[in-house]
């Protein structure tokens, strides 16, 4: 069974960093895509970008780009979005999802999402 | 990257059929077979309901069912029921790796 589960909800200080994960199992993780989707409170679905753990090839949607990275140990079967300085703009719920082929945005796998709450 | 239009709302009842609409340009929806759709619960992560503008995921009813007409794709739920009633996102391929939604739709079931 295909699973990406992301690590848990977190609660920052603006001007704090963070990693969160999404672990992948039951398929050849170097083999797909990993997307990730900010869901600000509310709001709708925004595109953050892409990786290939297979050779950790990324790619960023220009809204995101310097503000976010993205990275993968494909050793451990885990995709990372990391920030270095957090602002409360990034509260938001983040998804990971699975992308069979790159030029379809067919998600068939989503992580449960990590709740991310940047609060003074 | 503005996101694709989608209405905010649409409503029927129960058994009739509904389309949501999903707006871009020669640059996206226009430019690639490449559209998918979105069921989203709240509190739950999207689901997967037709992918490459027509394609069914196994385990999506057919009511579902999607297309495209120059840079605007739709969505069709035919016989609505009320575990219709969320939100849906249109997505389309944009190039160069880069993936676009739509601002949602919320579906209503009179």
């Known amino acids: 069974e295909v699973q990406l589960v992301q690590s848990g909800a977190e609660v920052k200080k603006p001007g704090e960093s963070l990693k969160i994960s999404c672990k992948g199992s039951g398929y050849s993780f170097t083999s797909y895509w990993i997307d990730w989707v900010r869901q600000m409170p509310g709001k709708g679905l925004e595109w953050m970008g892409i990786i290939y753990p297979g050779d950790s090839d990324t790619r960023y949607s220009p809204s995101f780009q310097g503000q976010v990275t993205i990275s993968v140990d494909k050793s451990i079967n885990t995709a990372y979005l990391q920030w270095n300085s957090l602002e409360a703009s990034d509260t938001a719920m983040y998804y990971c999802?699975?992308?069979?082929?790159?030029?379809?945005?067919?998600?068939?796998?989503w992580g449960q999402g990590t709740m991310v709450t940047v609060s003074s | 990257q503005s996101a694709l239009t989608q209405p905010r709302a649409v409503s029927g009842s129960p058994g009739q059929s509904v389309t949501i609409s999903c707006t871009g340009t020669a640059s996206d929806v226009g430019g690639y077979n490449y559209v998918s759709w979105y069921q989203q619960h709240p509190g739950k992560a999207p689901k997967l309901m037709i992918y490459?503008?027509?394609k069914r995921p196994s385990g999506v009813p057919d009511r579902f069912s999607g297309s495209k007409s120059g840079n605007t794709a739709s969505l069709t739920i035919s016989g609505l029921q009320a575990e219709d009633e969320t939100d849906y996102y249109c997505?389309?391929?944009?190039?160069?790796?880069?993936?676009?939604f739509g601002g949602g739709t919320k579906v209503t079931v009179l």
């Open positions: 999802a699975r992308r069979t082929v790159v030029q379809s945005p067919a998600f068939h796998f």
């Open positions: 997505c389309s391929y944009a190039g160069t790796y880069n993936v676009i």
């Open positions: 490459d503008v027509t």
